[in-house]
């Protein structure tokens, strides 16, 4: 599942700002880097070691952009606002829905009768 560290870096990679060094010390998270390395978001020199893992020189690839760009679309289309008020709406229109219907099958049965 991404994080908001995948985006983060990813779009210092798209506006160049990332260091020439990723490692244990960098103020980006190198597990997260190595990942998206292995994914073909990111192109970078492993240079990874007994010492720990490192990468040098990591630039977004064109995959990586578009994967940034999903990021941008599902935030600015507001599709997790309209799923929360989804998830609230369903059962409220269900239940005012039963209370119109009972209201009207009453009126119907009340009319047909001869109340």
């Not at 870096?9 to 260091?19: D, F, K, Y």
């Not at 720990?52 to 995959?63: F, K, N, Q, S, V």
Request: glycine share 10%.
């Amino acid at each position: 599942m991404p994080t908001t560290e995948h985006q983060r870096i990813l779009e210092a990679a798209a506006n160049q700002t990332l260091p020439d060094e990723i490692d244990e010390s960098s103020d980006y998270s190198v597990s997260v880097v190595k990942e998206l390395v292995e994914s073909g978001f990111l192109d970078a020199s492993d240079v990874c070691s007994d010492d720990g893992d490192a990468y040098l020189e990591p630039r977004i690839t064109l995959p990586g952009r578009e994967y940034l760009e999903s990021f941008k679309v599902k935030n600015d289309s507001g599709v997790d606002k309209i799923t929360s008020f989804g998830r609230f709406a369903k059962p409220v229109l269900a239940w005012v829905f039963g209370i119109v219907g009972a209201v009207i099958g009453g009126l119907i049965l009340y009319y047909l009768v001869g109340g």
